[in-house]
């Protein structure tokens, strides 16, 4: 009846301890963890970004240079257009002039702001990596105090008193002590019985022997 207890007892300690071991999920590790998730999600998102800037970016100086392109063009063309005498060639250029000068001068500004943009961006994009980084040094460094905790907590189940309500090395040591004495009882129960059978084995023989010599 004791070791149907003991066993059922010991049971319901590993129920538990899974039990403990699926809430210990939902610790800072764990959480720890889906916010890396999430910020690197957001690191890639952002790479992504900064790559369309800078294609954005180049976009932009294509548009200046030929903007820049047409603007000479047209200076020139102004210059043979004022020797020719041809007046509405030389208001048609001037007009050209005047249109690509202020789209040159509008490029120029918005490429200082978007070099200026993107400098910041690329800044902000290093220091999330670092983030990232820094994060899971923490993930190491939480994991192996985690480690150590659960080390600490399943050799205290092993070492701990009677006082705790979860079975002590002495006693486990004593459950396993009354099986192997079950078990050697049992065998030697087996031994006996086999000494006997080979006693009764011999005798039968000797009585066999005597009885043949009296014969004889």
């Given at each position: ?92 250029a001037r007009d050209e002039i005047r249109a690509y000068g202020n ?100 005798e039968q023989a000797e009585n066999t022997k005597e009885a043949d010599?009296?014969?004889?």
């Amino acid at each position: 009846m004791n070791s149907l207890f003991n066993r059922i007892k010991y049971t319901v300690q590993a129920d538990l301890h899974e039990l403990l071991d699926k809430k210990e999920e939902k610790n800072p590790v764990s959480l720890l963890n889906e916010y890396l998730r999430q910020a690197e999600k957001q690191t890639e998102a952002t790479g992504r970004l900064l790559d369309r800037q800078a294609k954005l970016k180049e976009e932009l100086e294509k548009e200046r240079n030929e903007a820049a392109a047409m603007l000479k063009k047209r200076r020139g063309q102004l210059e043979l257009a004022e020797k020719s005498g041809v007046e509405d060639l030389v208001g048609f250029a001037r007009d050209e002039i005047r249109a690509y000068g202020n789209r040159v001068n509008e490029l120029d500004r918005t490429l200082a702001e978007t070099d200026a943009e993107l400098i910041g961006l690329e800044r902000k994009y290093e220091e999330m990596k670092h983030k990232i980084k820094d994060m899971k040094v923490r993930q190491l460094q939480l994991m192996g105090k985690e480690n150590v905790t659960r080390a600490h907590r399943r050799m205290d189940q092993v070492i701990q008193d009677e006082s705790s309500g979860i079975a002590p090395y002495s006693e486990m040591k004593a459950y396993v002590e009354q099986l192997g004495g079950k078990i050697e009882k049992e065998h030697g129960h087996d031994t006996m019985e086999r000494r006997l059978d080979a006693l009764a084995i011999i005798e039968q023989a000797e009585n066999t022997k005597e009885a043949d010599q009296e014969t004889v």
